[in-house]
Nanobody, 123 residues
């Protein structure tokens, strides 16, 4: 069974940058679409970004579009989330997930989730 492990979270000042990584244990990683979601305390899980298996297509949530970039390196079984111009409202636990064949925006489409990494943006 595939495992996903996120890293790269931390505390950053508003306007700063962070890069999250998500390493997958399975050699089948390159066959799957991947996504990032986030969840702030008391709020529902929110779609952040999605990338297709061959990096041919990317999708972003409206609140992060133009500031965040998703990418992947299939040779390293890793997906990344580059986050720039961070705002206090980006504070959340960030999760990567392995996607299925449904909507990129729907968390129920994803069948495997990492444990999450905390991102805290101070204003």
């Amino acid at each position: 069974q595939v495992q996903l492990v996120e890293s790269g979270g931390g505390l950053v000042q508003a306007g700063g940058s962070l890069r999250l990584s998500c390493a997958a244990s399975a050699r089948t990683f390159s066959s799957y679409n991947m996504g990032w979601f986030r969840q702030a305390p008391g709020k529902a899980r929110e779609f952040v970004a999605h990338i297709t298996w061959n990096s041919g297509m990317t999708y972003y949530g409206g609140s992060v579009k133009g500031r965040f970039t998703i990418s992947r390196d299939n040779a390293k079984n890793t997906v990344y989330l580059q986050m720039n111009s961070l705002k206090s409202e980006d504070t959340a636990v960030y999760y990567c997930a392995r996607g299925g064949s449904g909507s990129a925006y729907d968390p129920d489409t994803y069948d495997t989730w990492g444990q999450g990494t905390q991102v805290t943006v101070s204003s």
